[in-house]
């Protein structure tokens, strides 16, 4: 009898995986507030694991939810999917597809789909037995030491953006910024850029009446038009930065170019050019076709390598929060390594098509070192 309990249990769960792995790519993947509402009541779940689903975006746990009336004659178990952050972040807090083995009792406390459809944004999972934390709500973790190091230096003296010489490598990621918000402005929003309140649209940034429009309504829409994630644009401009994924700098100082290399974005490449070359398509390559990335040159001044881009297409969004950009945006850029650990990261927006004016915004990313630089990609349109 037992055994067939469990049977019929993991039947149900099968089935409710396949069902809820057609709703996760029918929704695509989006801001958390766009897809769970995260300011109603949160709900506490009880059950047992069916299934760990570790690929990006995002990880899902599968269980089978005891309901009140589950003792009664013809009872049905449910099952309901509980979406976590992606395997990369995970795994940078230390987690990995083990875990959490199915079979597992566990309690999982979270936000409600804005569908009712059973699926709920884990924010809190718990052993049931005796309730410790599985996956707790999402921490920092320590990864620099406290006491400042000196900025490291190529032997001629010019600061090493990425990896020191003689050093292990890494990679660059906790943004003290993760969207775009002109410097000098306080507004409360999310890590998606999804603002607290929405009349505080205009303060953001000096924004034309038609990009505020534009904004406004992609804001309502709880970005859920992202094509970053709904079409798997990559995320030009200065968003690659503001990532928890991180971007790694990679120095080819003999051919005079730097590669930026982003774990979001399917693991695109930007490079910065510091060789004189004009700001121009290749003739037989990409001509003159506006990019996602842009033409980027690059040079030193001092112990800041300043990059000035242009040449945006206007396929993707330049930053969370779903600010617009034109065509005409053009970016002057400003990397500085205040000392080992940390790099300031300046950036001027100039785009006559979007902004009453030019505008600028700043923050600072923490050295990963010794870290491989996470993955994370489009799959099976689950993005």
């Known amino acids: 009898m037992k055994n067939n309990l469990v049977s019929r249990n993991l039947a149900v769960g099968a089935l409710g995986l396949a069902a809820f792995l057609w709703a996760a790519s029918a929704w695509a993947h989006h801001s958390i507030s766009g897809k769970f509402n995260t300011t109603a009541a949160k709900t506490t779940l009880v059950g047992v694991v069916t299934s760990v689903d570790w690929r990006n975006p995002h990880v899902h746990v599968f269980m089978n939810v005891k309901t009140a009336g589950q003792a009664k004659a013809g009872a049905q178990i449910l099952n309901w999917a509980v979406e976590l952050e992606s395997p990369s972040i995970l795994e940078m807090e230390g987690h990995n597809r083990n875990t959490l083995h199915v079979g597992a009792a566990i309690t ?27 996956f707790p709500p999402k921490v920092k973790l320590p990864r620099n030491p406290t006491n400042s190091r000196a900025t490291p230096t190529w032997p001629d003296g010019q600061p090493a953006l990425g990896q020191a010489p003689g050093a292990a490598d890494g990679f660059w990621t906790d943004p003290s910024e993760t969207a775009l918000v002109e410097d000098g402005v306080t507004v409360a929003m999310d890590e998606y850029g999804v603002l607290a309140n929405p009349a505080d649209a205009a303060k953001v940034a000096p924004m034309q009446p038609w990009a505020l429009g534009v904004y406004q309504y992609r804001q309502s ?14 995320p030009g401009g200065p968003r690659m930065y503001q990532s928890r994924l991180g971007v790694q700098l990679v120095e080819d100082r003999e051919r005079k170019r730097i590669f930026v290399l982003m774990g979001s974005g399917n693991h695109n490449y930007r490079i910065i050019y510091l060789d004189g070359r004009k700001q121009v398509g290749l003739q037989g390559g990409d001509d003159d076709n506006p990019l996602y990335f842009g033409r980027s040159a690059g040079k030193w001044e001092g112990k800041t390598l300043v990059v000035d881009t242009i040449d945006f297409n206007e396929d993707f969004w330049f930053t969370q929060g779903g600010l617009p950009h034109t065509g005409q945006l053009h970016m002057i850029e400003r990397f500085t390594r205040t000392d080992y650990d940390t790099l300031r990261y300046e950036v001027q927006i100039d785009d006559a098509g979007a902004y009453t004016r030019n505008w600028s915004a700043s923050w600072t990313l923490k050295w990963n070192g010794g870290g491989a630089l996470p993955s994370h990609f489009c799959q099976n349109n689950r993005q």
């Open 221 to 234: 829409r709880q970005l859920r038009d992202d094509p970053t994630y709904v079409n798997c644009k990559p």
């Open 108 to 134: 999982v406390r979270g936000s409600r789909a804005r569908d009712n459809s059973r699926q709920l944004w884990g924010e809190d999972v718990r052993f049931t037995v005796d309730q410790s934390l599985v």
